[in-house]
Structures are given as structure tokens and as C-alpha cells.
């Protein structure tokens, strides 16, 4: 157990849906990450929080929503997904965004987008 | 930008043996960091080792080593006495040390351990 919850493990939802991912860790890091895992393919970095504020975007659709209210929580709203969007979305943390320390990964959602 | 290869979709390794899983990498840049994540089925990833490439040492850790060759832009990892609880999915990944918070990962390199 890294300290990084994830919640829910699985998802099913079709593309009229709206649908929230949850991550929650508990150690005291000061930033967060959302990452996108699909089959064969590099893990892509969807969006960076550092003490809350949103450091990083990458270009990521607007069809995905993040959201963190506090350092320990954050979230990923999702509407009107595309069957490509099926995957696994990881959450991470790490002390300091640009202190090169490690990341402490969530087991992630499998979503799958009908 | 970045670019992290793995070449092994797929390795296996007897138990108890040694086996090495390749990375290479393209950058520009002089400094750096190179990590291997490791992806069990728990799906959870665990960073397995680090290397800072201002350092000539190879990274250890326990039965994990790296062999880095900065000149060749490879990082490979090297398992010693493989045991079942390895098999895993294997990421190599790359970070500037230029305040970019971003880790470019390969596409990872299925590890099975054979009993």
C-alpha cells in the first residue's frame, strides 16, 4: 500500500454519462497527478496540482474535468467520453513537484467507455 | 522532447536466475533522471530504483542494478535471483532536472517468472 487510494477500481459508463474518479492520499505530499495508462502504450501525464493550484495541462480534452479542493484529495469529472477514453487512469503524489522525488501511485481506475 | 524506448514487449526468466531489461533514451539534455517502476497486477506502480545521471555509480537496490551508459543513452535493469513476486510489468522512465514535473515513461516490458 502506497497511500494513494483510488476510487472506483472499475467503471463502466456510456458516452451520454457523467461520472467522477476519486484520489485521496495520505501522506502529507504537496503535489498530484493524473495519468492516463492505454494498452501499448506510454503512460501519458493528463494534469499536475501542486498545493491545489493546476501547474501543468497537457493538452488534455475538455471532456475531463479535474478538480482539487485540498492537497489530499483530487479529482477527475468526466461527461461525454469517447470509447478511445477507455483506460487506466492513475492518480499519483509525490513531496514536491519539482524535487525530482518519487511517485507514490494509486492502483487506478479501469474505465471503459461504452 | 523526450523520448523513452523499450525494445521487449515481453521477456520471461527462470526462477532464481538473472535477467536484464533494456531501455534507451533520446535527450539533449546533460542532467537528468532515469527510474524503473515496477506494475504488478495490483496495478499499483512501485518505483523500483533511480539514477542521477551526474552520478558515474550504477544504481543498487537489494537484487535490482542498473547499468547505465550515459554516451549510449541506455538504462538498463538488471533482476538478480528472480523470484515469482517480480513477475510485474516493467516502466522505464525519464526526468529533466530542469523543473519540469513531467516523467516520459516507455511502454513497459512484461516480466514472467517461470517456476
Known amino acids: 500500500e502506497t497511500g494513494v487510494t483510488q476510487t472506483p477500481r472499475h467503471l463502466v459508463m456510456g458516452m451520454t454519462n457523467k461520472k467522477s474518479l476519486k484520489c485521496e492520499q495520505h501522506l502529507g505530499h504537496n503535489a498530484m497527478y493524473w495519468y492516463k495508462q492505454s494498452a501499448k502504450k506510454p503512460l501519458e501525464l493528463m494534469f499536475v496540482y501542486s498545493l491545489e493550484e493546476r501547474v501543468e495541462n497537457n493538452s488534455v480534452p475538455s471532456r475531463f474535468s479535474p478538480e482539487c479542493p485540498n492537497s489530499s484529495h483530487l ?20 513531496q514536491d513537484p519539482r524535487g525530482h522525488e518519487k ?12 | 522532447a523526450q523520448t523513452v524506448t523499450q525494445s521487449q514487449p515481453e521477456m520471461s526468466v527462470q526462477e532464481a536466475e538473472t535477467v536484464t531489461l533494456s531501455c534507451t533514451y533520446d535527450t539533449s539534455e546533460s542532467d537528468y533522471y532515469l527510474f524503473w517502476y515496477k506494475q504488478p497486477p495490483s496495478r499499483q506502480m512501485i518505483l523500483v530504483i533511480r539514477q542521477e545521471a551526474y552520478k558515474q555509480q550504477n544504481a543498487t537496490e537489494n537484487r535490482f542494478s542498473v547499468n547505465f551508459q550515459k554516451a549510449a543513452k541506455s538504462f538498463s535493469l538488471k533482476i538478480s535471483d ?34
Open chain 1, 103 to 114: 511517485l507514490f501511485f494509486g492502483s487506478g481506475t479501469q474505465l471503459s467507455v461504452l
Open chain 1, 75 to 94: 479529482f477527475l469529472h468526466l461527461h461525454t467520453l469517447q470509447p478511445e477514453d477507455s483506460a487506466l487512469y492513475l492518480c499519483a503524489s509525490s
Open chain 2, 82 to 115: 528472480s523470484q515469482l513476486g517480480d513477475a510485474a510489468m516493467y516502466f522505464c522512465a525519464y526526468r529533466s532536472s530542469e523543473g519540469q514535473e513531467k516523467l516520459t515513461f516507455g511502454t513497459g516490458t512484461r516480466l514472467t517468472i517461470i517456476p
